[in-house]
């Protein structure tokens, strides 16, 4: 692994970091799991070159004979993530939503969706996993798929459709979509045989038809809504809300709005439609939250880290906004928890 994980993406000052897989690569290291991968960039694995396997990330498979002392912490990936749970039981979240993984579920995971596996630990089993690039990190964003992928073009843009337009991320497989797995993690094994890129080339393909069959008879219901502008700053704002390292940075209206990949009225308006306010206006609300938290729960932080760690570049700014909004100071506050 390298020292440091780069972004998956940064617009200006923004950055979404792909998962370090530390707490897998430490239980490796340990022998509590066997693991094979190939990958690019920050993933754990043998090191694929920039032409081999366009589009996928990470590939591979570990297997533990036992209930595990780590997790995977809440994360998002560079691509579409599918995982298939050949054995055992596991839990697994994706935003607020907790699953119960049983051997023979598969689950999809989008760029922009934080997903976390364990509670905290992950129990036992052998788990496979591909994550696949398609050029998108918003909701709004249109797919492109690698030139490998042999679906026609119906098939194709159905998949895409059914991939976009439905939040469900825990499905039932098949014996198509556990053959292509197994087929993928045997050449992972055996890489870099002769010929194995192709022969995985081909279980991808066979894999992916695999899901759209098996979307095809599980899907009862499609949203068009989850790939909307609004969607799309749906969850922009739910993340700053939510994580601590949005909330931080150095966002100004423009920012915001480039961030989700439109213009500052279309942005403003879809902000002002979900949370009754204005884009700035409800950042300032979100550190705030945070900030009361922070002086609730710490004493051991000062007033000033507290302000700085919430994205205040002043203390005496952050006292006076704290103030009117809590009519009490941030020390005030503190003293009366």
């Known amino acids: 692994m390298p020292a440091s994980v780069a972004p998956i993406y940064k617009t200006q000052k923004s950055r979404f970091e792909v ?16 693991m094979h991968a190939l990958s690019k960039g920050h993933y754990p694995g043998v090191l694929l070159q920039p032409d081999q396997l366009p589009g996928i990330a990470s590939i591979g498979y570990w297997n ?26 596991m839990a697994f979240a994706v935003e607020a939503k907790k699953f119960e993984l049983r051997s023979g579920h598969f689950t999809i995971t989008r760029p922009w969706q934080l997903h976390r596996l364990g509670a905290p630990n992950i129990g036992p089993g052998k788990l496979h996993w591909l994550i696949l690039d398609v050029g998108v990190r918003r909701p709004n964003q249109n797919w492109c798929w690698p030139d490998w992928v042999t679906l026609t073009n119906h098939d194709q843009t159905e998949l895409t459709h059914k991939l976009r337009h439905n939040e469900n991320p825990v ?10 797995f197994r087929g993928l993690s045997d050449g992972v094994g055996r890489w870099p045989q002769p010929h194995m890129e192709s022969r995985m080339l081909v279980l991808l393909n ?25 969607r799309t700053v749906e969850l922009f704002l739910r993340d700053l809300s939510e994580n601590a390292a949005s909330i931080r940075e150095p966002w100004t209206l423009d920012k915001m709005a480039d ?3 439109m213009g500052i009225t279309a942005f403003s308006k879809y902000c002002r439609e979900l949370v009754n306010n204005g884009p700035v206006e409800y950042l300032n609300q979100c550190r705030l939250n945070r900030a009361a938290r922070q002086l609730k729960e710490s004493t051991v932080q000062s007033v000033t880290e507290i302000a700085f760690q919430n994205g205040f570049n002043s203390s005496q700014y952050f006292a006076t906004v704290f103030a009117k909004r809590f009519g009490v100071n941030p020390t005030g506050y503190r003293s009366k928890c």
């Open 19 to 34: 998962d370090s897989c530390a707490p897998q690569s430490a239980a490796v290291r340990g022998g509590k799991i066997q």
């Open 64 to 89: 533990g004979t036992s209930a595990q002392d780590w997790g995977l912490e809440a994360h998002r990936n560079e691509g579409i993530e599918i995982t298939f749970l050949e054995t055992g039981a």
């Open 171 to 180: 499905w039932n497989s098949s014996p198509e979509i556990c053959a292509a």
């Open 206 to 230: 066979q894999l992916l038809l695999g899901i759209l069959t098996a979307l095809t008879a599980q899907q009862q219901h499609q949203n068009p809504e989850l790939t909307s502008r609004r």
């Open 259 to 261: 961030h989700c990949g």
